[in-house]
Structures are given as C-alpha cells and as structure tokens.
C-alpha cells in the first residue's frame, strides 16, 4: 500500500496530531522517534500501522522494525512523512499508528510494593511526558491523570515519555472520586494504601515521609497545585527543602525528586 498525496488516509493522521477528538473517536495515535517506536513494538503494544518513507534508504532498525511488528506497511511519500514527523528536516524513517488503550485502574498493579503517580489536572504535554519518563525510571506500577488535563496521547507527551508510555500503566479518569473509591477498595482488600501530595507548603520533608508502604503519590496542576478534594484526601502532604532562592519546582521535576526518594528509601528497606 503506498500513500503519495494528502488523501483521506493521510488526512486522517495528520488530525491525530493535533486533534484530541479525533484521537478518541479513531482510537489511536501517533507515535514519532526511533526510542518510542522501538519501545512500542518490544513492548507488544497494538500497532495498527507502520508507515516508511517510500524513497529512502531503509536502515537496520526500520527494516528489523518492520519485520518485528507484524503490522500492515504503508509506504508513504517523503514530503508527508516529515508532515507527519513534525520536524523539517529529512523525513523520519518510520512512523507508527497506535491504538489506544483501555482507561481502566484495574491495569495498574495493586499489592504491597504498588508506587503511582496521580497527576492532578497537568497543563503541560512535556511535563505530562516527563512525569511517565521518571516513574517508568524510578519503579512506578503506573500514572493516573486526573480532571481536564493534557492528553497522554499528545505528540508532545509521547515524545518527551521517550517511550516510557509504552512501558507502564498510565490510565485518565476523569474524576477524583473514580481513584478514591478504587483506593478504598484497595484498602478494604488489606493493602495499608496511603495517599502522600507534594506542594511547596507541605508539612513535612518528603525526606520524612515512608514511601515504601504502598503509596500514591499525588502531583498538582502546574500553577494551582493540588485541588482541595486531592489536598483533604491526603494522609500526608510533603514538601521538598530547598536551600537556594527558588521558591518552588515545577510538577515534573518535583513529582521526580519524590520518585527519586521513594526509590532511595525503598531500596536501602531492601538492604
């Protein structure tokens, strides 16, 4: 199959990169980079296309990428490859058309070493992004993104997860309450579930706070920080000392300094 003019195909995954809706009504999205890709295919997430550049030259990892993914091939033209690739210099080799998965709690783990991150209304793609990046890192069981937030699915939050959106759980919900109950339920099954916040005015250093129990570790909106329902849920709210002028962090790097700590804590308890 070859794709050499911007037909209804084409206009159809040029709309997943900008068009939420659209994302949500064909279930699927695009995935660009040679890291994310390559993830996606060893991960065994559903592919339902790779699109290749129908001009070049093919490298080893386009051909070996090609032949491991065992989905349809369309060859499409090198002008709407670099469209598609969001970049202007030489088109990308490979592109990818992904489905979407299931937003169901029930595909993170929960037990006694459970670690998720709840994103509470995140504004920003890359923040989004770089969040899933550092609990993929750091030994998360999986991100919850919660209230009107930026879409996982963007471009720009599958670029900057390098991948790593292919490798854990990360589920949108669009309530609080949906996560609550299901922490509750949790709970009431014998896992000791605590909800730890992070915000610059917190009570405690996240220093002091045992983040190897089973946690979630909850993450404000970028300026707002954590809704009132997220802040009275909260068994502890933690803050991260700082010594320098810096007032605050923003959301990705605090809620990476917690996943750090955790880590820490969690492997010097194993020592």
Not at 199 to 218: F, H, K, R, S, Y
Request: proline content about 6%; some cysteine.
């Amino acid at each position: 199959m070859r794709v050499t003019s911007r037909n209804a195909r084409f206009q159809q995954w040029a709309a997943l990169l900008g068009n939420r809706a659209k994302r949500q009504r064909s279930g699927e999205f695009l995935v660009q980079g040679v890291r994310p890709i390559t993830l996606a295919v060893r991960q065994g997430w559903p592919i339902r296309a790779l699109l290749y550049d129908a001009e070049g030259a093919a490298s080893q990892w386009a051909r070996e990428t090609l032949d491991a993914a065992g989905a349809p091939k369309i060859a499409v033209a090198p002008g709407l490859m670099r469209e598609l690739g969001g970049k202007d210099d030489a088109p990308p080799e490979l592109l990818a058309v992904a489905e979407l998965p299931a937003d169901d709690l029930a595909r993170i783990p929960a037990g006694p070493g459970m670690l998720a991150v709840v994103l509470d209304r995140p504004a920003s793609p890359g923040n989004l992004g770089t969040v899933i990046r550092s609990a993929d890192a750091f030994g998360a069981s999986g991100v919850i993104v919660t209230g009107h937030a930026a879409d996982v699915y963007d471009p720009r939050s599958v670029r900057a997860s390098t991948g790593s959106l292919f490798s854990l759980p990360v589920v949108r919900i669009p309530s609080h309450r949906a996560v609550l109950g299901w922490a509750a339920a949790i709970r009431d099954r014998g896992t000791g579930l605590r909800l730890v916040g992070t915000d610059e005015a917190g009570e405690v250093d996240i220093t002091g706070v045992d983040l190897t129990q089973p946690t979630l570790l909850l993450v404000g909106n970028e300026r707002a920080g954590l809704s009132a329902s997220w802040r009275d849920a909260c068994h502890d709210v933690a803050r991260i000392p700082m010594r320098g002028t810096a007032s605050s962090l923003n959301a990705a790097m605090a809620a990476t300094v917690a996943l750090y700590e955790s880590a820490r804590q969690r492997t010097a308890a194993r020592a």
